[in-house]
């Protein structure tokens, strides 16, 4: 069984900064693609950052530079340093974490983080 546990979300005014977390535990081989989500309500859930296990990182272009997603192979970890928030930042912030098998890769998410940007 796998675990993933987010925390670091919050009520932040416009132009402030949060950071992220989520933690992987439990039993796997390895750990590909982190990949963070976030959901606004009445939107689709949109991919916001993804780091593969090569540390090759993609961003939405609605945060590209502002945004930094990053990983800790050693402590299974990955963090999402988010900057100069904007109220359409608000939204519920999912981690997925791909784990490694010897058949086919299988996803994990985090139970999601709700940001809320807002004066």
């Known amino acids: 069984q796998v675990y993933l546990e987010e925390s670091g979300g919050g009520l932040v005014q416009p132009g402030g900064s949060l950071t992220l977390s989520c933690a992987a535990s439990?039993?796997?081989?390895?750990?590909?693609?982190i990949d963070w989500y976030r959901q606004a309500p009445g939107r689709q859930r949109e991919l916001v950052a993804k780091?593969?296990?090569?540390?090759?990182?993609h961003y939405a272009d609605s945060v590209k530079g502002r945004f930094t997603i990053s990983r800790d192979n050693t402590k299974n970890t990955a963090r999402l340093q988010m900057t100069s928030l904007n109220p359409e930042d608000t939204a519920v912030y999912l981690c997925k974490f791909q784990f490694s098998s010897r058949f086919r890769p299988y996803d994990y998410w985090g139970q999601g983080t709700q940001v809320t940007v807002s004066s």
């Open positions: 780091i593969t296990a090569d540390l090759i990182t």
């Open positions: 439990g039993h796997f081989a390895g750990i590909l693609d």
